[in-house]
């Protein structure tokens, strides 16, 4: 036996072993306990509690809501170009002198004027009026008020002529970003990006930011083309980024494989976790013990009536391991239900036998070990 402890050390290996390290640590800060110091919530995944597990839809990726069947309604605004044509209904009048002679008709088409930085506007004999964030109905009747003690039945219209105000921005992985004009009848994201050429990264991994007002909202760029009510209308000032990410998950264990699984921007329930793994390992794992490590929202744990009160410097989210037992006859219902999110860890536990295996294999090893020493002793002896 001595002899083999001393052939140990001269053993190939690929680096120090942990007894080396530990001899060779100036200082050591060692943790004997059963955790590494992190406390965490064991849920075990059944159909009361499903409802408040959170998901990626309710995390960190949203919905638009819906933008209702109607067009936002299309507003002048700053660096639009406007033509104001004002009639009256003789010659004799403020725009019409009474020698005018043969015309077409009784009016007069001012030059086209670009609606400036303060939103005004101005009209001979009107003055200066607002006309930004009016429509233009609003600002011919607002006109037409003004000259009606001046002009002989005066009739103004408002012809825009050029419209740089309702545009909206497209960005990211297109094949022709920029900013594009929204139409009047209503354009729609899917439209925009229509305009911009198109995707340049796989559907399956885009996703759709929209910036409106100082909020940002995420969607899957599937959404938007499997559910209309995802594909709102567009509104000026809109900045809309398409990006590629995808979302992923970890297996480790008693799986058929292990190793970072992408699922791109769709939706993975446990029952495709597990298959994307290659199932569980018939001869190894442990059915009743397939775990899933996460983050959960403080809240949903809550309203699956877990007391967090415990639970000190975790302000947002808990440390919790959900527990699936694939030994019930209805587990692939339940965990069709249970989805899963990005960077979730699945892991699946050793069944008992293969531990109990593992020892008589070590002791099996062991003992034809010494007495295959025994006989070299003997011969040596003899």
Sequence with gaps: MALVLSGCA????????????????????????????????????????????????????????????????????VGDVIQVTIFESQAGGLFIPRD??????????????????????????????????????VVEGNITRRLADRAIEPQVTVEVLEQNFPRASILGEVESPGVFTIRTSGDRILD???????????????????????????????ALTSNSRENIYVAPGDSINISSEDKSFYVFGATGDVGKFDF?????????????????????????????????????????????????????????????NFRKPDSFFMAKNFEMRDGDVLYVS???????????????????GTVTIDADIDTLTE
């Design 192 to 222: 925009l990006i229509a305009q911009a050429g198109g995707l340049t990264s796989d559907e399956s991994t885009s996703f759709v930011t929209l910036s409106r007002g100082g909020n940002n909202v995420k969607v899957a760029y599937n």
């Design 350 to 368: 050793n069944s008992d036998s293969v531990e109990l295996s593992k020892f008589f294999g070590i002791a099996t090893t062991t003992t034809s």
């Design 264 to 324: 791109g921007s769709a939706t993975l329930d446990l029952n495709g976790a597990v298959a994307k793994a290659s199932g569980l390992n018939d001869g190894q794992a442990d059915p009743g013990q397939v775990l899933v490590y996460r983050m959960e929202n403080r809240n949903a744990l809550r309203k699956m009536g877990i007391n967090i009160d415990s639970f000190y410097g975790y302000e947002e989210e808990i440390p919790t391991i959900y527990r699936a």
């Design 10 to 77: 001269i053993l190939p290996r690929s680096g120090p072993d942990d007894g080396q390290i530990n001899q060779a640590a100036a200082i050591k800060l060692e943790t004997e306990d059963a955790t590494l110091g992190y406390d965490y919530a064991l849920v075990d995944i059944n159909k009361k509690i499903i409802p408040f597990i959170s998901t990626d839809d309710t995390s960190s990726f949203s919905t638009f809501g819906g933008g209702g069947t109607t067009p936002p309604e299309i507003r002048l605004g």
């Design 100 to 137: 005018a002679g043969a015309r077409p008709g009784n009016f007069v088409q001012l030059p086209p004027q670009e609606i400036g930085r303060d939103g005004q506007i101005t009209v001979p004999y009107a003055g200066s009026l607002r006309a930004a964030g009016q429509t233009a109905a």
